[in-house]
């Protein structure tokens, strides 16, 4: 059996679902930034495990999308309140407060992302919009209004020229970041998109649904390129690359992140096991750490520097509901590292330049396939790899490195809310639909907290724009 990698650190202090997290890049120290359905956004020194002074407080709901600019002075925050809060992340003093004024509600903030030249951000949100702001003067630009539902992530890609957005209509659109021009044709998946990511090199383009899939695109042509790969079998939350494109991490309902060599596609190095949903993944500037979160509401730091490929190509019952994860031995009150084998020792603090461990020379071309490759000049996942719900029904029990442990029944794949829509809700548009059509039940959605929770309205504030 594959077996279950063992997190080197967790950090306690939220106390509702972990959303998002990102590492920050140009500090003394390597930090976590995370944000949370308790309303708080939170920084962590990765080394010591511990939280660096008290939450950012300043959103009245859950907060959920997160970015961080690229000279590491600004931290963005989003929440379900409709706000997006520009941070000092020196001082931690609010920069900015941006409301968004939509027609049919309050606007909740699902993603954020920030260009490589820190000159603009962009927002997805609920309404079905994408909208595009100057960061130096917080001045709406433009914004996309043709996804036929809720936006669920946008992400800039790394030449700064293109934006690709992701939705609840099971397309991704990819635009031209200072015209707003599409493209390309709508990238049609067979399900809700939650998360896009993009090759270090803009030429390629990942993304992941609901189902468990991810796919591969060519980024300037809108081309699939190979089949998808069944990576989970619960939804994927979210996706993360790594610096050198080299590996892709994965976060998922079934409990689960899982590795993937992105030019094999193969499963590589051990499972991140959970003990209940994951919601977040983020790699370290340098490769060699992952940080997940999700329902626990505990952010785990995994040290993935002696990981390698894995001799199976299939997602197995066993390795997505391995054994629930022990006390952690690392959880003791000083500074650490990990260095040499998994076992390796402990010893003072991480740097914001932890050594790369998968191949990173900087931002170089992912390997996945030629951009331009059409699905049939890249060999497809075979059948034989790609799980089938009915051979997970039921519960039973599996061998772990922790003794013999019950197996639940299989999450679905199709999450309560994907159930509750109905056909008319996901209809794909067609190129010459400029304004998304809007459903009874999406606008019930508005009012409606990630993880579950009732939603808090905050006290009426100016809104711009």
Known sequence: MEGTLIPVKSLHGHTKWVQ???????????????????????????????????????HAAGTGGIAISTDGTKILSGGDDGKIIMWSAETRAIIRIIKPRISGGRLRITSLSISPDDKTFACASYDGTCKVWDSETGELLFDFDDHQN??????????GVKIASGSFDHTIRIRNTHTGERLTQPLLHADVVHSIVWSPDSRQLISACQDGQIYFWSAPTGTQLGSPLQAHLGE??????????????????????????TVTRQPFGRVLQHNDMVHTVAFSPGGQF??????????????????????????????????????????????????GSLAGSLRPS?????????????????????????????????????????????????????????????????????????????????????KPRKSTFFYKLLHRKRGGTERRDDPDDAQTN
């Open 236 to 261: 994927i939350n979210c996706m993360a690359i790594s610096p050198s494109g080299s590996l892709l991490a994965s976060a998922s309902s079934d409990h689960t992140a899982r590795l993937w060599n």
């Open 350 to 434: 991480i740097s914001a330049s932890d050594v790369p461990s998968d191949g990173a020379q900087g931002m170089s071309s992912l390997p996945i396939a030629p951009a331009g490759l059409v699905d049939s000049e890249v060999p497809p996942i075979s059948s034989s790899s790609t799980p089938t719900r009915d051979a997970f029904q039921g519960a039973g029990q599996v061998a772990s490195p922790h003794g013999t442990v019950p197996v639940p029944a299989p999450p679905s794949s199709r999450s309560f809310l994907k159930r509750l829509f109905s056909k008319s809700d996901t209809d794909v548009a067609s190129p010459e639909h400029s």
């Open 150 to 159: 809720m936006i669920w992530t946008v992400a800039y890609s790394p030449s």
């Open 20 to 58: 998002e997290l990102i590492f920050s890049k140009n500090m003394d120290e390597l930090k976590i930034i995370s944000t949370s359905s308790d309303e708080t956004v939170r920084i962590w020194d990765a080394g010591t495990g511990k939280q660096v002074g008290e939450p950012l407080l300043g």
């Open 290 to 339: 992952v940080a997940t979160g999700g329902k626990e509401g505990i952010i785990f730091l995994w040290d993935i520097s002696q990981e390698g490929a894995v001799a199976t190509d299939a997602v197995s019952v066993s390795l997505l509901h391995a054994a629930p994860i022990p006390h952690l031995v690392g959880d003791v009150e000083q500074p650490w590292s990990i260095s």
